[in-house]
Nanobody, 127 residues
Framework: QVQLVESGGGSVQPGGSLRLSCVAS????????MAWFRQAPGKEREAVARIRPSDDVAYYAGSVQVRFTISQDKSKNTLYLRMDSLGPEDTGVYYCAAARSVSACFGAPFQNEFDYWGQGTPVTVSS
């Protein structure tokens, strides 16, 4: 089992920045792909960014490309999401996810490819 704990969410004005963190514990060697998803109020959960730990190759959803950066610190078992130029459309609950299958790290990430999930951290962008 792998446990994921997110932090760093909060309220920010449009144009502001936040950095989310996700600390993994447990059998972390079991996971080969990490990602961030988000769920806006009344909407389906969607993929935001994904990173392949073996070579740091990243994927970004079109709506966040250039503004968001996913990264990891393997020595701390921590995944990050740096979010800049935030807008109201970025409001939602952000979830960290980890997958056991390497297939999750190719192409656009899908929820059902990820085996472990954090509890989520809320982000609100409002003036």
């Amino acid at each position: 089992q792998v446990q994921l704990v997110e932090s760093g969410g909060g309220s920010v004005q449009p144009g502001g920045s936040l950095r989310l963190s996700c600390v993994a514990s447990g059998n972390t060697d079991d996971t080969v792909c990490m990602a961030w998803f988000r769920q806006a109020p009344g909407k389906e959960r969607e993929a935001v960014a994904r990173i392949r730990p073996s070579d740091d190759v990243a994927y970004y959803a079109g709506s966040v490309q250039v503004r968001f950066t996913i990264s990891q610190d393997k020595s701390k078992n921590t995944l990050y999401l740096r979010m800049d130029s935030l807008g109201p459309e970025d409001t939602g609950v952000y979830y960290c996810a980890a997958a056991r299958s390497v297939s999750a790290c190719f192409g656009a990430p899908f929820q059902n490819e990820f085996d472990y999930w954090g509890q989520g951290t809320p982000v609100t962008v409002s003036s």
